[in-house]
């Protein structure tokens, strides 16, 4: 059988598709239409009848009878004819395409196009009538008979079968060349609709967001609760320090431990995080500590004793080390590379929501127990239903060698049309370059031991203990406190919901500027600028002490809490997110538990020290050492720490190695010239 006969007994059996109007609408996609007849005996025949069949005394009652028949006869005539519309679909789908719809029977392209030309451009027009025609490219085509009138149920059962005969001559190979084809129609249609004539996805097609960011909000919703249980003594010391209250009264000393237990628990939190990260996954990890956080905040709230609510608040802070890792490195690792920036600032504004519905909470009048269980309940149910669903990181299931799990995890978290092949390749040569994919603990301390981690290592654990002295955990802890004594004629409370708002409001910025002006210049900026806001308020409060007249100075306080706390918190932010940028994959589970039990400890100290720093030094003093700290910071950051924006985990980590490399290279040829 020649093309020429070829391409009419195809084109005659598609011609039944488009033989009427009704035919035409369906073709374009339009839906099931209906004649006036059919609208009349479906649509209103069945209500009319119902509302008259039942006694229905109220005209109300008759309306809604009427209204619900409407809605169910259009929905019965929906469903009835739902096998149809896969029929017009299928078919549509099949004439649009100029291929047979199924992989194993391969058809033929209405017009041949070299595999380069990727556009749908429209067949040429005939030469002579009913022959082929001939274009500029030498690709030949037939021209399509014009569309008949309505054809009969027996015409349309004798098109069947010949359409039927069509599907069972085009199967070989030969034949499709034989009429301009390169290759199976589904290969070469799929390749097209993606961009590619390999059928493989586009390259170009970016990565999904959605899932991305439901997988990072789960993750960060674990932080809310970390923020509620370092920001709870911030609204509910005055309660508790009350010497008039008929509950739990803290002295100073107690009160100290109050605010500071939670990070010597924070440690322990830590160090069993970082096995667990290791062998379970973070997603698994935040699974544990969801309910242990919920649990000891309802042993929190009824704690008949002084000592059971310090073991409370320790434990809780044990909670609080196992999250505090875990869901860091699972952000970091689940973010793509061009949006990692602004997901992993969801930790933080998420930490930042978490001090401040705190702060809101313990300002309602509530007393602190019941303040422990609204924060219990709001802060560990809902990421604990979450992350139930999602899987685990890729790269964690990568150093665990389950490679096809790790590539499950990628798409979903990518979407399906993005080409993951290359991503999960980066994954496993980085990972592979220096390690075997199932690594212990002590296979991750050895690693650390190379100089182009440890000095990572070094770097990101000093950086994470000298934070804590810029002034953050303190203010947070004590907040009411600090600003009953300043004198500002505002309401404690109110200020401390103010300060919690604006807390919120630095993460927001950082989220929208840290892939536009990068890790490292939001650091340096929020240093100085911290540092300044520092000296102000220390300056104030040495002229309070000195008896100074500040009557017309009570806004300056306040005021510079305002500019301050969303400049640190983004200074947070973007030091939390270096952390999770900078350390190799294959360590990152132990390398971030020593960092984080660092990172706890310089809370401890600083809350901790802050009541008996204030007695010996006065507040000016201690805001004074903030900010020199806040400067010191910012010089090992501009010395020490390149910019990541736009870099993969995996190119960071050959910047290092290559440039631990260079640094060898010199030394050698310094020492082979002396």
């Known amino acids: 059988m020649g093309s020429q006969s070829l391409w009419q007994l195809r084109l005659e059996s598609k011609s039944e598709y488009f033989s009427t109007p009704r035919d035409e609408v369906r073709r374009r996609g339009g839906g099931r239409v209906l004649g006036p007849r059919s609208l009349f005996w479906k649509l209103v025949v069945p209500p009319l009848v119902i509302s008259e069949c039942v006694d229905l005394v109220d005209l109300g009652e008759k309306w809604f009878c009427i209204s619900l028949s409407l809605y169910l006869s259009s929905w019965l005539s929906k469903r009835r004819h739902a096998s149809f519309e896969d029929i017009r679909r299928s078919r549509n789908r099949c004439c649009r395409r100029h291929d047979l719809d199924r992989p194993d029977q391969p058809g033929i392209r209405r017009h041949p196009r070299r595999r380069s030309d990727r556009s749908r451009a429209p067949p040429p027009p005939p030469v002579g009538e009913g022959g082929p025609a001939e274009d500029k490219t030498g690709s030949t085509d037939a021209k399509r008979p014009p569309p008949s009138g309505r054809i009969s149920p027996s015409d349309l059962k004798a098109k069947g079968k010949q359409f039927d005969l069509v599907k ?4 070989g190979e030969d034949l499709v060349k034989a009429v301009g084809g390169s290759g199976p129609a589904w290969k070469a249609d799929e390749g097209q609709r993606n961009g590619d004539d390999t059928g493989q996805p586009a390259p170009d097609a970016g990565p999904a967001l959605g899932t991305q960011a439901l997988g990072v909000v789960m993750a960060s919703l674990t ?10 003594p911030g609204v509910t010391l005055p309660q508790l320090t009350d010497p008039n209250t008929e509950d739990i009264f803290l002295d100073t000393a107690q009160v100290a431990l109050f605010g500071s237990l939670v990070h010597i628990g924070a440690i322990v939190g830590s160090l069993v995080g970082g096995a667990l990260n290791l062998r379970l996954g973070q997603r698994v990890t935040l699974l544990i500590a969801m309910p242990l956080s919920l649990a000891l905040w309802l042993a929190l709230a009824f704690s008949p004793a002084v000592w059971m609510v310090q073991v409370a608040r320790t434990l809780l802070g044990v909670a609080q080390g196992l999250a505090g890792a875990a869901a860091n490195n699972y952000v970091v690792e689940v973010a793509h590379t061009s949006v990692r920036g602004r997901f992993a600032g969801f930790v933080d504004t ?3 929501l978490g001090f401040l519905f705190a702060y809101v909470v313990g300002s309602t009048g509530l007393s602190w127990r019941h303040v422990s269980l609204v924060c219990g309940f709001v802060t560990a149910i809902p990421p604990f239903i979450g992350l139930l669903f999602l899987p685990n990181s890729p790269r964690w299931l990568v150093t665990r060698g389950r490679l096809e799990e790790a590539h499950k995890a990628l798409k979903f978290y990518r979407g399906p049309r ?22 212990g603990t002590k296979d991750q301390l050895r690693l650390l031991r190379e100089p182009s981690v440890s000095r990572r290592l070094v770097l990101l654990t000093f950086l994470m203990f000298i934070l804590q002295f810029t002034g953050n955990i303190t203010i947070a802890t004590y907040v009411v406190t600090i600003l009953k004594s300043s004198n500002t004629g505002v309401d404690a409370y109110t200020s401390a919901m103010l300060v919690g708002g604006i807390r919120v409001v630095g993460t927001v910025a950082f989220l929208l500027l840290v892939d536009r002006v990068g890790r ?4 340096l900026a929020t240093c100085v600028a911290c540092s300044v806001c520092l000296t102000v308020f220390g300056v104030y409060f040495y002229l309070q002490n000195q008896s100074a007249d500040l009557s017309h100075l009570t806004w300056l306080p306040l005021t510079v809490l305002l500019l301050y706390m969303p400049l640190v918190c983004a200074l947070e932010a973007a030091t939390c997110l270096l952390r999770g940028e900078l350390l190799p994959t294959n360590v990152r589970a132990v390398g971030a538990a020593l960092m984080y039990i660092f990172f706890f400890l310089g809370m401890f100290a600083t809350a901790h020290s802050f009541p008996a720093s204030v007695s010996t030094i006065g507040e000016h003093g201690v805001f004074w050492l903030y900010a020199g700290s806040c400067l010191l910071m910012a010089a090992v950051v501009g010395l020490s720490v390149p910019e990541t924006r736009g870099l993969s985990l995996e190119q960071i980590d050959d910047f290092f190695r290559a440039q631990r490399k260079r ?6 040829e310094k020492d082979s010239k002396s």
């Open 520 to 523: 490292k210049a939001i650091v």
């Open 663 to 668: 640094t060898d290279a010199s030394q050698i």
């Open 350 to 352: 998420a930490r930042q």
């Open 168 to 171: 069972e001559l085009i199967t």
């Open 418 to 439: 993005y080409d993951v092949s290359s991503e999960l390749s980066a994954i496993t040569e980085q990972i592979d370059r220096t390690s075997s994919s199932t690594m």
């Open 223 to 232: 932080h809310l609760a970390i923020g509620t249980i370092v920001g709870l």
